[in-house]
């Protein structure tokens, strides 16, 4: 039996995509509307009915308040941190517990994980349809930069949506995987600049004889497209006000329509150097309705966004000197990201590293094909590829005075682990309290916090007499574990580092639970559209060739036909599921059965008409013609069914 599938992952903050590795080589998988890319986009339109992708994206204007988006934002954050980005949203983020967030839509509330479980819910989906059988496996990839709440948010939305996540990846070690995978015999040196919807990352990796090592890494988790719509969104707001008097930053609706319109124009602007924001009806006061109609140049574009390119520079920069590289050693530099289509980004980058950028992987697909390769070495199928990948932000914990003395330093590879001991602060201190930090500042008060726990129990004795071994344990994913032993008595405590934001282990199975139910509800549906969609078809084929078909059709058959046709009229009227597929299999029979007859007779006047003279038989065989192409019609749909 051959070895289950893991597929790979591009969980985006605009869109995600899905991959596998199929007869050793990584395929990017359609969804059901044929994109190879489907929005990271959900809306609820009552409380048992959820769309994705495409779909909730086109209804998001009439329905604001209940269509989420950018949710990968909030992802393993706290709800003190998104301030910013709540100005920009048509829906309502709030605190959830101490200082978590929860989604509240008109028909619930979510967490920003169960938002994205559901995307991941409809790329398992989309795998699950091209391959022909379920899939529990997968590898997501998540921003370089992602700290390690982000990261574990990630890997328990994965949960949420029945999927068993074998390794969390960072996003442009994934787009390096797949540029080198046909370059295993070339040495070289790889910059990954990956400007996404809502993150920024540049990645500096060495490539050779196969082993995919990532020397240093650095970025920026508020820098992505989003930024970029929301400049251009803002000089929209100004200049209305400007000529209305309307604020149209207070209008939830009216800033559906804004994101949409200022999407389109950066799109447009990287092809063309002006483009038309048109929004009719935009809103309306005591006069009537209003109107949106402006014109945005590249350079005005490029004059908006000038701040958001620059702020790429310095991680850029940090990454080539982490690496012990200067920019020009640099043999090649991959863009990654719808965002770097922007000219003054790619121009950005020619600056920083002296070079054109490579122009051979797509933006916007090669992260989850990257990732489709890290499952297909996992699952056995893609040999003689190693990936070194590194932590992203230094970890430590707080000592006496208030010091952030770090563990783990930055880039260092992984999975690792390192151990210090330390010892208490005062004359007969019998616990110590651990507080485990990750960042890049001297003190603790400047870096975040990502845990605290105590270890108890320790014997009186003087200061700096007790020896406590503090032991830091980062995993393949980049999630972090911890402990602290009494080496006196060999108490210790044991932690995996949980979020402020995160979810305990019965809330993820709850979550489980409720996703699997909807993903049952939603097969439901489908298929009762599916049933409704084909017994209609039917309906009308049958109809049609009973009419193309005239005085060909014998008087019983034409009234078994018209009967069976109006009962199914009858079924399409009622919620009956198993009412509809009766009739639909019933008119299918009748259908093939009538088309039988209607080919046999057209064959037999064929045979007749063979002995006639050329010039009738030719008239003929134009009768005869009109009879096969009717019967074919009715053969035709009989076999699409």
């Keep these: 039996?051959?070895?289950?599938?893991?597929?790979?992952?591009?969980?985006?903050?605009?869109?995600?995509?899905?991959?596998?590795?199929?007869?050793?080589?990584?395929?990017?998988?359609?969804?059901?509307?044929?994109?190879?890319?489907?929005p990271s986009i959900v809306a609820f339109t009552d409380k048992d009915t959820r769309l994705v992708g495409q779909i909730a994206k086109n209804q998001a204007i009439t329905n604001s308040k209940n269509t989420i988006r950018s949710v990968k934002r909030f992802?393993?954050?706290?709800?003190?941190?998104?301030?910013?980005?709540?100005?920009?949203v048509s829906y309502e983020a709030v605190r959830s517990g101490s200082d978590g967030i929860k989604i509240e839509t008109e028909f619930g509330s979510h967490t920003p994980q169960e938002i994205s479980a559901i995307t991941l819910q409809k790329m398992k989906q989309t795998a699950e349809d091209y391959l022909g059988h379920s899939v529990s496996k997968a590898v997501i990839t998540v921003p370089?930069?992602?700290?390690?709440?982000?990261?574990?948010?990630?890997?328990?939305?994965?949960?949420?949506?029945?999927?068993?996540?074998?390794?969390?990846?960072?996003?442009?070690?994934?787009?390096?995987?797949?540029?080198g995978l046909d370059r295993k015999d070339q040495n070289m040196k790889v910059a990954v600049f990956d400007l996404g919807g809502g993150t920024f990352?540049?990645?500096?990796?060495?490539?050779?004889?196969?082993?995919?090592?990532?020397?240093?890494?650095?970025?920026?988790?508020?820098?992505?497209?989003d930024d970029f719509d929301e400049a251009i969104m803002d000089w929209l707001t100004e200049e209305f006000k400007k000529e209305s008097g309307i604020d149209l930053g207070k209008d939830k609706m009216a800033l559906q329509r804004l994101k949409e319109a200022a999407e389109k124009a950066k799109i447009e602007l990287s092809g063309t150097t002006q483009t038309q924001i048109n929004i009719p009806f935009v809103t309306a006061d005591q006069s009537g309705p209003k109107h949106l109609n402006l014109t945005l140049s590249r350079s005005?574009?490029?004059?908006?966004?000038?701040?958001?390119?620059?702020?790429?520079?310095?991680?850029?920069?940090?990454?080539?000197?982490?690496?012990?590289?200067?920019?020009?050693?640099?043999?090649?530099v991959i863009l990654v990201g719808g965002s770097t289509r922007i000219p003054a980004v790619q121009?950005?980058?020619?600056?920083?590293?002296?070079?054109?950028?490579?122009?051979?992987?797509?933006?916007?697909?090669?992260?989850?094909?990257?990732?489709?390769?890290?499952?297909?070495?996992?699952?056995?199928?893609?040999?003689?590829?190693?990936?070194?990948?590194?932590?992203?932000?230094?970890?430590?914990?707080?000592?006496?005075?208030?010091?952030?003395?770090?563990?783990?330093?930055?880039?260092t590879t992984i999975p690792t682990r390192k151990s210090q001991v330390f010892s208490t602060a005062a004359d007969n201190q019998t616990a110590v309290s651990v507080h485990v930090q990750q960042g890049e500042r001297e003190m603790a008060r400047d870096n975040r916090t990502l845990a605290r726990f105590d270890l108890v129990g320790i014997p009186p004795a003087p200061r700096g007499v007790p020896q406590i071994e503090v032991t830091f344990d980062i995993d393949a994913n980049g999630i972090v574990h911890v402990s602290a032993k009494d080496m006196g008595t060999g108490k210790e405590q044991k932690i995996r580092v949980?979020?402020?934001?995160?979810?305990?282990e019965d809330e993820i199975n709850k979550m489980v639970k409720e996703a699997e139910e909807n993903a049952g509800k939603d097969k439901e549906a489908r298929e009762a559209a599916e049933a409704r969609n084909e017994a209609?078809?039917?309906?009308?084929?049958?109809?049609?060739?009973?009419?193309?078909?005239?005085?060909?059709?014998?008087?019983?058959?034409?009234?078994?036909?018209?009967?069976?046709?109006?009962?199914?009229?009858?079924?399409?009227?009622?919620?009956?599921?198993?009412?509809?597929?009766?009739?639909?299999?019933?008119?299918?029979?009748?259908?093939?059965?009538?088309?039988?007859?209607?080919?046999?007779?057209?064959?037999?006047?064929?045979?007749?008409?063979?002995?006639?003279?050329?010039?009738?038989?030719?008239?003929?065989?134009?009768s005869s013609d009109e009879r096969v192409v009717d019967a074919d019609y009715t053969v035709v749909d009989d076999e699409k069914k």
């Design 1 to 38: 039996m051959s070895k289950e599938k893991i597929i790979g992952i591009d969980l985006g903050t605009t869109n995600s995509c899905v991959a596998v590795m199929e007869g050793g080589e990584p395929v990017v998988i359609a969804n059901a509307e044929g994109a190879r890319t489907t």
């Design 75 to 88: 992802m393993g954050r706290r709800f003190s941190e998104i301030k910013d980005e709540q100005k920009y």
């Design 144 to 179: 370089a930069y992602f700290n390690d709440e982000q990261r574990q948010a990630t890997r328990d939305a994965g949960r949420i949506a029945g999927l068993e996540v074998e390794r969390i990846i960072n996003e442009p070690t994934a787009a390096a995987l797949a540029y």
């Design 201 to 225: 990352d540049v990645s500096i990796l060495e490539l050779g004889d196969g082993v995919f090592e990532v020397k240093s890494t650095n970025g920026d988790t508020h820098l992505g497209g």
């Design 300 to 332: 005005k574009f490029d004059q908006l966004t000038q701040k958001l390119v620059d702020r790429t520079k310095g991680p850029c920069e940090n990454a080539i000197k982490d690496a012990g590289l200067s920019a020009s050693e640099i043999d090649e």
């Design 347 to 411: 121009a950005l980058v020619k600056q920083i590293f002296g070079r054109d950028p490579s122009k051979s992987v797509n933006p916007d697909e090669v992260v989850a094909v990257g990732a489709a390769i890290q499952g297909g070495v996992l699952a056995g199928e893609v040999s003689d590829v190693l990936l070194l990948d590194v932590t992203p932000l230094s970890l430590g914990i707080e000592t006496l005075g208030g010091v952030f003395t770090k563990l783990i330093e930055r880039n």
């Design 498 to 504: 949980e979020t402020t934001s995160g979810l305990s």
């Design 536 to 622: 209609d078809s039917l309906t009308y084929s049958l109809e049609k060739a009973i009419s193309d078909a005239g005085d060909k059709v014998e008087a019983a058959d034409k009234e078994q036909a018209e009967d069976v046709i109006k009962r199914t009229r009858e079924a399409l009227e009622t919620d009956d599921l198993e009412k509809i597929k009766a009739a639909r299999d019933e008119i299918q029979k009748v259908s093939m059965e009538l088309g039988q007859k209607l080919y046999e007779a057209s064959q037999a006047g064929q045979a007749q008409e063979g002995g006639a003279e050329s010039g009738a038989e030719g008239q003929q065989e134009g």
